[in-house]
Structure formats: structure tokens, C-alpha cells
């Protein structure tokens, strides 16, 4: 997670808006506008028409129309509550020693005694924040009117207040479960993941990544409650429910075809006389805005892509073939994104500038959703082992005595589970397929998923 004084509002910057303008500034000087796409409707370039045809035939949205969502009615839509949360965010962010003190809660580390006492100041100073994270939470849907026009250009000005929220929630479960309030441990638990489902709603990739990071954060903290709580049967068996009904991946095909969308709205801009003005980011803010505002600033004047049709027709492809992964294997999913990287590498440089530049974002998210998938396999499983041991009084011989499913995304077989003289842990292969659960002394890679019980030494607060 993003480190900053301001810790409760860090948002981080989308690769491809890191990428975008610096790659349009070395190019951007080598070429002049071309006279045949200055006015040049999109719809009317030969392999872009045929693109989407392909995107549609597979399932995807490409029009405006088809993506814009339903306005949710007020009282279901949590997008109002998270616009008002942002500004109180602004108007008061945290202070540098409130920044460590709420990271050593939600961190990666169990919380110590003083840290919990200390965050509990911290929250009931901002009852205001907590009260509407917690109203936001209850809603099932945050839909807002999208300005679709706006390309790649679009602003997610509510990611600051959906970290914050899915932040708070986890708080409070680790409060919860050091004060022995069972159910309220499950309860903002599931407020994280309803934090993440919002991120979802976002159109394209910046939503999705968005959801994927709030639910490793909430997948997480399940984790440290479940070694904090010890066999306390209520918390465990709370959080397996929680990480059922609430924890789920964003939808990939819906994500891919907002992608296409706000893809061929940039492209206009590249084909006719239509601009409009820079809008300021609340996402965005320094000399990241300035780097990103002057990139969008040579994309719009950047008409004169002498080879704007195989441009477009090269990402939308992608984009396609990559809607394709959702339920392969894990090692056909890699023979798909081998397939496209080899054809994209047989395009000229100048005719897959955006391929370039946005398929390795797109791979590399997806690629994470699977980690995190395997991370829910992984703590949902740890979680109905205590809760076993506690009814049971002894740990379970095999993973199928639990039910439900304990299948590993990376390999076509359970997730690995081993008891030892103590407890037992569980873990994934991973994406190397030969991760073997790690040690106890020393943290795993980011892309592996372990949990061992009792809690492991790297997991405990250092004092």
C-alpha cells in the first residue's frame, strides 16, 4: 500500500496514465497530422469495424449504450456518501503519527495492545468519518452518471474514500477482536469487502484493480483475526461466511468492454477536431498531475498517427483475446497472453503504441485477481479448519472433511494442507506451481499465499 503523510487518502496513479505521456512525448515530435484520419470517423476504419465485430461475437459490450450502467435509486447508491467522505478526508487528513498508528492495525502485522488502545483515540476523534464509512458500507451499489466522452481521461475522484473505507472497516475488526466482540468482527469485515465491491462498479481497469487491492487488504486482516481470535469458533466460522458471500472478483468481461469503450472515446479525439479541456484529478495531484496533464495534452493533439486504424484494431483484439482467460486454466490463461504478445510484437513500433502500453496493465491485473483468488481459497479454508477444531476438538485428517471448495486456481487440485507438531498450515502453489508453503521465520513473496497456525513469527508486531 502507498505510504504518504497523508496516508488515508494516498490513491495510486494508473500505469498506464505513467506510461501514456511519456511515450506520446517521444514519438509525438516525429510525426505531423495526417490529412486522411484529421476527420476520419472511427467507425469507419476498415480493421477497427472489424474488431469490434469480433469483441461482440465474443460476448463483450463496444458501445456507450450497452456499458452505461442503471442509475441505482438514492437509497442504495453509496457514490454520494463516498463523494462527501472524500472531501472530509481532505478538509482533515491524517497526520504523520495517525498515518503509523492506523498502519500498524491494518498492516501486514498483527496490532499490538498500545496500537489498538491508540487507534480507538484516533476513530472516536473522527466519529463523523466512521459514521459515514459505515453508512457507505451498507449499500449495495455505488453507480454514479459516467462521462464515457471523457476516454482515458476519466476520473475515479471516489478511489481515495474507498481505500479509506475498506482501511476503517479492517480497523475496526482488528478493535473487535481484541475487545472479544465476536460478531462485530464479522461485521466490518464484510463492510471491507462491501468497500471492494464498490471499487468494482468503477468502469474499467482502474475499478478493477482497485477491487483487487481492497480485497487482498480485507482478505488479510480475515487472516490476522482468525490468528488473533485463536479457536474462538464464532469468529472463524463468521469470517468463512463473510469471505463467501462477499468476497468476489470483479467481472472480467465487464471490465474489458468499459476498456474498449473508453479506448475507441480517446481515439476520437485522434481522428477528428473534437478536444476538450484538461479537467483537474482529485486522483491526481502534483507533479503527477502536471507529468499526466501534459501527456493527455500531446494525445490530443497527437492526430497524426500515420497507422491510427491498426492502433485501435490491435487493442481492441487484446482486449478480446484476453476476455477469453476468465475460465481457463491457469496454464492455458498463459499460452493466451503468450499468443497475443508474440502478435503484437509483429506490428511495427508505431502501429502498437497503445497495445504497448495497455495490454501488459491489463495481463498483469489479471494475473493478480488470480493470486488473490488463491488468497481466498487459502483464508476461507484456514478459517473452517479452526472452526472445525473447535467443534471437533482435533484438526481435520484431510481438506475433505471441510466441504466447499478448496481448489487451488493455480493447479487443478486442492490447496496444499500439512498438520504439524503444533497446528498446521495451508498454502497455494502459486504462479511459479512450486511454492511449498515457505517458513515460519521469514514472510512469503507477495504473489504467494500461506497461512500457518499458530501465528508465525514474521506475523508478529515488533516491539
Do not use: W
Amino acid at each position: 500500500m502507498t505510504q504518504s503523510a497523508n496516508h488515508i487518502r494516498a490513491t495510486k496513479i494508473p500505469v498506464f496514465l505513467i506510461a501514456l505521456p511519456l511515450v506520446l512525448t517521444l514519438i509525438g515530435s516525429g510525426c505531423t497530422k495526417s490529412a486522411a484520419h484529421k476527420n476520419t470517423k472511427l467507425s469507419n476504419l476498415p480493421s477497427v469495424t472489424n474488431a469490434l465485430k469480433g469483441a461482440k461475437d465474443a460476448g463483450l459490450s463496444v458501445t456507450v449504450e450497452e456499458v452505461r450502467s442503471r442509475i441505482v435509486p438514492m437509497e442504495g447508491n453509496a457514490k454520494p456518501l463516498y463523494d462527501i467522505l472524500s472531501r472530509r478526508i481532505t478538509e482533515r487528513p491524517a497526520s504523520p503519527s495517525e498515518t503509523k498508528t492506523m498502519q500498524a492495525v491494518y498492516g501486514k502485522t498483527l496490532p499490538t495492545t498500545k496500537s489498538i488502545v491508540d487507534v480507538k483515540k484516533i476513530l472516536a476523534d473522527r466519529s463523523l468519518i466512521v459514521d459515514l464509512v459505515h453508512r457507505a458500507s451498507s449499500k449495495p451499489m455505488c453507480n454514479g452518471e459516467i462521462d464515457y466522452s471523457a476516454g482515458l481521461e476519466l476520473d475515479f475522484p471516489e478511489a481515495s474514500a474507498l481505500r479509506a473505507s475498506a482501511r476503517i472497516n479492517c480497523i475496526n475488526a482488528m478493535v473487535a477482536v481484541h475487545d472479544k466482540e465476536d460478531a462485530k468482527v464479522a461485521d466490518s469485515l464484510r463492510n471491507a469487502f462491501r468497500s471492494a465491491g464498490h471499487a468494482a462498479h468503477h468502469p474499467g481497469i482502474i475499478g478493477y484493480i482497485v477491487n483487487i487491492t481492497l480485497n487482498n487488504l480485507a482478505l488479510t486482516n480475515c487472516a490476522k483475526a482468525l490468528m488473533l481470535s485463536g479457536e474462538r469458533s464464532g469468529v472463524a466460522m463468521g469470517i468463512r461466511d463473510v469471505i463467501t458471500a462477499e468476497c468476489s472478483s470483479p467481472d472480467l468481461k465487464e471490465t474489458l468492454s468499459n476498456e474498449i469503450v473508453l479506448t475507441t472515446e480517446t481515439c476520437k479525439h485522434l481522428s477528428t477536431d473534437e478536444s476538450s479541456s484538461i479537467k483537474k484529478s482529485p486522483s491526481i495531484s502534483g507533479d503527477a498531475e502536471k507529468f499526466v496533464t501534459s501527456g493527455l495534452e500531446n494525445l490530443r493533439n497527437f492526430s497524426g498517427i500515420r497507422s491510427l486504424d491498426d492502433n485501435v484494431y490491435l487493442v481492441i483484439h487484446s482486449l478480446t483475446q484476453l476476455s477469453k482467460v476468465a475460465n481457463l486454466s491457469y496454464v492455458d490463461e498463459q499460452k493466451v497472453y503468450a499468443k497475443l504478445l508474440e502478435k503484437i510484437g509483429t506490428f511495427p513500433a508505431s502501429d502498437r503504441l497503445f497495445a504497448d502500453m495497455l495490454v501488459p496493465t491489463y495481463i498483469k491485473a489479471i494475473r493478480e485477481d488470480r493470486v488473490t483468488r488463491a488468497r481466498r481459497v487459502v483464508v476461507s479454508t484456514a478459517a473452517a479448519i479452526l472452526d472445525f477444531k473447535c467443534k471437533h476438538k482435533r484438526l481435520p485428517h484431510s481438506l475433505s472433511e471441510l466441504g466447499g471448495n478448496v481448489m487451488d486456481p493455480f493447479v487443478v487440485k486442492d490447496i496444499a494442507y500439512h498438520q504439524t507438531h503444533s497446528g498446521f498450515t495451508i498454502y497455494s502453489v502459486g504462479p511459479t506451481c512450486k511454492f511449498s508453503g515457505g517458513y515460519t521465520n521469514e514472510a512469503p513473496p507477495k504473489s504467494e499465499n500461506v497461512f500457518t497456525y499458530p501465528t508465525p513469527s514474521y506475523m508478529k508486531p515488533m516491539n
